[in-house]
């Protein structure tokens, strides 16, 4: 608990008094001659430090990597909310399945409610869901990474226009073990796309209005003057 340094003191204060008391002739080391009791003395102190050093260090060394892993994940979460991210994780050996505070909110899943992936399946649009099943049983069987658009049908009826990447991680033995996603919104870019693509047509449709109008004209000047000097002639 208290790591190298509590067990180096706790060692430390236990061999003073298993020491004092072999000298003073207290303690269970104190049986025989003084060779013996000193020698005793030695390997219970080495076999009760040893191991005790051993498994701080590993317990050390654990929670560093408990420390390094718990960092990356905030960078990572960070990293997903300024970007506007939705992330999920499918754990199929622990079958535990985890997603972003954005992901929820994106998909339109509840605090409390229930992740997996028949519940994210479910909130995708009917007619594009065959394809998102199709891409991501590909990518386990050849690729084990896939990239989809596809629409989001939220319970309040509103579509959303996502695009989705997803990663399989295989454990020790070569087997599936996790399934990582993320997610953009991409419905307020095609909106606006779609908007633009709108004003640029009506750009070339009004820039066609101007250019008949000009063409009108140049043809009213034209028969214009001919016809005045026929009618002067004929006067």
């Given at each position: 608990?208290?790591?190298q ?26 049986e025989?001659?003084?060779e013996q ?7 219970f ?14 317990i ?19 990293a ?8 999920w ?20 899943f509840g ?7 028949d519940?994210?399946?479910s ?46 991680l ?34 070339v449709?009004l820039?066609?209005l ?25 006067s």
């Amino acid at each position: 608990r208290f790591g190298q340094r509590g067990v180096t003191a706790a060692v430390a204060v236990l061999s003073l008094v298993a020491i004092w008391g072999t000298a003073h002739a207290h303690g269970p080391f104190t049986e025989d001659s003084p060779e013996q009791s000193a020698l005793y003395v030695q390997v219970f102190l080495i076999f009760m430090a040893v191991p005790l050093h051993f498994l701080a260090a590993l317990i050390e060394e654990r929670n560093e990597v408990e420390q390094t892993l718990r960092e990356r994940d905030e960078r990572v979460r960070l990293a997903a909310e300024t970007a506007n991210l939705a992330l999920w994780t499918v754990d199929f050996e622990h079958e535990q399945a985890w997603m972003s505070e954005k992901g929820r909110e994106l998909f339109g899943f509840g605090a409390n409610e229930a992740f997996s992936r028949d519940a994210f399946q479910s909130r995708v649009h009917p007619e594009d869901r065959q394809k998102v099943h199709n891409a991501i049983e590909q990518a386990r069987s050849d690729a084990n990474t896939f990239q989809i658009q596809c629409r989001l049908l939220r319970p309040d009826g509103e579509i959303r226009f996502v695009v989705a990447h997803g990663r399989y991680l295989h454990n020790e033995s070569g087997e599936i073990s996790e399934l990582l996603g993320v997610a953009a919104d991409i419905t307020s870019q095609l909106n606006a796309d779609r908007e633009l693509r709108v004003q640029r047509e009506e750009m070339v449709r009004l820039n066609r209005l101007v250019t008949v109008g000009e063409l009108t004209a140049s043809l009213a000047h034209e028969l214009n003057q001919p016809l005045s000097a026929i009618v002067s002639n004929a006067s």
